[in-house]
Every structure is written in C-alpha cells, then in structure tokens.
C-alpha cells in the first residue's frame, strides 16, 4: 500500500465476467491521483487462489483498461486441474503452491 497526495478522484468502471452458468456485471470503483495522469502505473495482481482464472484475468484487465501496466500476477495456492493459467497467457505468472 502507498500514500498518496493530493486530491484523489473516484469513477466507476463496468466489468462483465463469466460465471459457470452465465455471466455477472458489476461496476466497480476506480481511484487514482487527479495530478498524476501522466505516469503509467506499474500493477501486481495478487490474489490468494488461481482456480479458473476469472477473477486474476478480470483484475487484469480492469487495470489495462484504466491505463496501468500488469506488471505480473501472484497467487498463493493453483489449483492446475482447473487449467486457470491458460486464461492469464501473456502475463507473468507465479504461484507458491501448486495443486
């Protein structure tokens, strides 16, 4: 986590993902430093399981879409048999554990 200073702007951004069965949209909260629009900012992704890769990808994504650079995503435990690495192809991917 990191300071930031000075005034911080807030929008919403749509994102569709897929569900097993169908799909859900949620608008999601973006904030970023009003003055530092020029900086292309630097992401790791983390998040605690990689099952399906919906949610890894969808952050991803999330984070291009404002501007940022996915710099690699990290994941505690993977879960292989549900071959969720094969949606995160063309990011750098690392996981503890391996399932």
Do not use: N, W
């Amino acid at each position: 986590m990191r300071s930031l200073r000075g005034p911080v702007e807030t929008r919403t951004v749509p994102r569709t993902r897929g569900l097993v069965g169908g799909s859900a949209e949620r608008l999601m909260g973006v904030s970023s430093p009003a003055t530092d629009t020029s900086r292309v900012h630097r992401v790791l992704v983390v998040d605690d399981v990689l099952a399906t890769g919906g949610t890894a990808k969808a952050a991803a994504s999330l984070v291009e879409r404002i501007g940022g650079k996915v710099c690699g995503i990290a994941c505690l435990i993977e879960l292989g048999f549900l071959h969720g690495r094969d949606q995160l192809v063309g990011h750098d991917l690392f996981t503890l554990i391996r399932y």
